[in-house]
Structure formats: C-alpha cells, structure tokens
C-alpha cells in the first residue's frame, strides 16, 4: 500500500499537477457556454438596436403612406358618388344659352345631373367658357363649359354668380 503524505486522499493518488489541469478543464466548460451566451446576448442587442433604428426611420413613411391610402379611398368614394349622380335624361328638351358678350346659343338638352349638364355641340363652345343656362321654365343657371366633343357639350354649375348673374 502506497503512503501520501497528503491529507486528502485525492491528491495522492492523482496528483497535484493533473488535479489542477482537470479544474481548469473543468471551469473552461462551465465558462464556454457562458461566454458564447454573453457574446449572442451582445449581437442579440445590437441587432435589436439597428433594427429599432431602422424602424424609427421608417415609421414617418407608413404613417405617411397610411394618410395617403386614406386620402386616395376618400377621393375614390367621392368620385363614385358622383358617377352614381342621378343622371335624368331629358333628352331634346330646347335650352338656351348665353354668354358673357351677350351671344346666345340655342341647343338641346342631352341629359343632366346634380353636377352639371349635357347638351347637342353648339359651334363656337369652349372648355372654360362661361355661360348662363337658361332652362325651359325659364330659371337661369351660371355654367361653365368643362369638356366639347364632337356631338356634345359637358357644362358644370358654378357655386358663385359673379358678374354673370347679374347680368341674368
């Protein structure tokens, strides 16, 4: 039987240089896992930095993109509710129309609308030209030409009289 001087019984069976390599194999594999956490916790966070940068840099553009998505389905709403504009067609009823000069024109009614109306193409009609519409009961409305095609007319009502009223 082998004597130790050692007390701890360990140490002299093993001893004390492979001892002190097996502890410090042993603390590396209980500091590796902890060091690689560490290390993932650090990118973990700079990634989450970067993105919460990104983030706020893009946050401006959804909101803006948000307005204008509503901004364009109220303008869509509004544009379908004008199409939907009950249209009476009126068709070959005699209006008359006269402009600023005091030239009046004689035409036929091709329909109307809350907006506006269409009439026969009258020779010397242009876009923007403004007239008073004299309908055949004879109450006058101040117009103004929108469109001309070929066969007819695109008048809209004015919201304000101006001179033309006064001069109806």
């Given at each position: 039987m082998?004597t ?9 069976w ?6 002190k390599?097996?502890?410090v194999?042993?603390?590396?594999l209980a500091?590796?896992p902890l060091?690689?956490?560490v290390?993932?916790g ?10 919460s940068r990104?983030?706020s ?15 364009l389905?109220e ?8 199409r939907?504009a ?8 005699q209006?008359t ?9 004689e035409?036929?009614?091709?329909n109307?609308?809350?907006?506006g ?10 876009v923007g030209?403004l007239v008073?519409?004299?309908d055949?009961s004879?109450?006058?409305?101040p ?11 695109g008048?809209?009502y ?11």
């Amino acid at each position: 039987m082998l004597t130790c001087p050692s007390v701890n019984l360990r140490t002299c069976w093993l001893g004390e240089d492979i001892l002190k390599s097996i502890r410090v194999q042993i603390a590396l594999l209980a500091i590796v896992p902890l060091l690689a956490f560490v290390v993932l916790g650090a990118m973990t966070i700079e990634e989450a930095y970067r993105e919460s940068r990104h983030a706020s840099e893009i946050q401006p553009i959804a909101d803006m993109a948000h307005g204008i998505e509503g901004f364009l389905e109220e303008m869509t709403r509004d544009v379908e509710e004008r199409r939907r504009a009950t249209r009476k067609q009126e068709m070959g009823q005699q209006v008359t129309l006269v402009t600023e000069g005091g030239k009046v024109f004689e035409t036929r009614l091709m329909n109307s609308s809350e907006g506006g109306i269409g009439v026969m193409y009258f020779e010397g009609a242009r876009v923007g030209q403004l007239v008073i519409y004299e309908d055949f009961s004879g109450r006058k409305f101040p117009m103004e030409i929108k469109w001309v095609s070929d066969d007819t007319v695109g008048l809209q009502y004015r919201a304000e009289a101006g001179s033309m009223a006064a001069a109806a």
